[in-house]
């Protein structure tokens, strides 16, 4: 039987006493910490790639700005992976807290922070899944860029071209978001990478209660842009901001979690085949 989304349980959620400090205070002290490294990291790496490439372009003349701009790439690279790692253990405990509903129920207590180790791993997962699929959407536009490209040239006709194919990507890269997130709802309990990608079952599960997820992640947006006076506010303090950007993430979440399982509770597919381990 369908049920309408609770909004004030997902609101309430992350603020309940027996859930705050799990939800709110160690995530956000969390997301505090990768935010000040990240800055950190990322001026300290200006300056010492500026003093490289600087020496090596007087040492080396042509050569030596090759090489130093060979540096600054394979640093960018090294710099995003480190950070991506950092962001990992925060995935893989929102794929728990999504797991723990589904299978405890929107009442259930948030997991506690213990298993960091796995989060980690898990979230390396879902990081895998989401690179993947940036890449394969990202060929697209590319593709058809390039089609424009040699067709007709660098014209006002190419360029309108250009543009139309940017607005119809961004527009259904937003109405396929519901797809996007099933395969990783859908396997919130066995933490399966290879589930992960199997696309048959999410596209059933997406098509099935497509229009719930999308009310869901549009209520989701309705909150952020209402709470960006809040966050303004917020952010004049220190944990102020990353509190309240987490607390959006787990609303949301608690949200998209509700419709899926209504619908996948319509279907025919029983819940026993989300909660196999693999």
Request: aromatic letters at 12%; charged letters at 10%; one cysteine or more.
């Amino acid at each position: 039987m369908s049920r309408s989304l609770d909004i004030m349980q997902a609101v309430k959620y992350p603020f309940r006493g027996d859930n705050w400090l799990n939800t709110l205070v160690i995530p956000g002290i969390y997301l505090l910490g990768l935010l000040v490294v990240t800055y950190i990291t990322q001026f300290v790496i200006m300056i010492v790639v500026g003093i490289i490439i600087g020496i090596l372009g007087a040492l080396l003349a042509e050569a030596g700005a090759v090489l130093g701009v060979l540096t600054a790439f394979v640093t960018a690279i090294l710099f995003m992976i480190v950070i991506m790692a950092l962001q990992a253990p925060l995935l893989g405990y929102y794929w728990e807290f999504i797991g723990n509903l589904r299978a405890h129920g929107y009442e259930a207590t948030a997991p506690d922070w213990s298993a960091f180790g796995r989060y980690l791993i898990d979230g390396l997962k879902v990081m895998a899944y989401q690179l993947a699929v940036v890449f394969i959407l990202g060929i697209i536009p590319v593709f058809f860029q390039v089609l424009i490209m040699a067709a007709f040239g660098n014209t006002e006709v190419g360029a309108i071209f250009s543009m139309l194919v940017s607005v119809l990507f961004w527009l259904a890269a937003f109405l396929l978001i519901p797809f996007l997130y099933a395969p990783a709802i859908r396997t919130s309990q066995s933490k399966s990478l290879n589930d992960m990608f199997d696309v048959g079952p999410a596209i059933e599960y997406g098509s099935r209660c497509y229009v719930k997820m999308m009310l869901a992640i549009l209520i989701g947006l309705g909150f952020a842009i209402v709470s960006i006076p809040v966050l303004a506010i917020a952010s004049c303090t220190i944990i102020g901001g990353p509190v309240v950007m987490i607390a959006l993430t787990f609303i949301v979440l608690h949200l998209i979690t509700q419709a899926y399982d209504d619908c996948r509770e319509e279907g025919d597919a029983p819940a026993e085949a989300d909660a196999q381990t693999t």
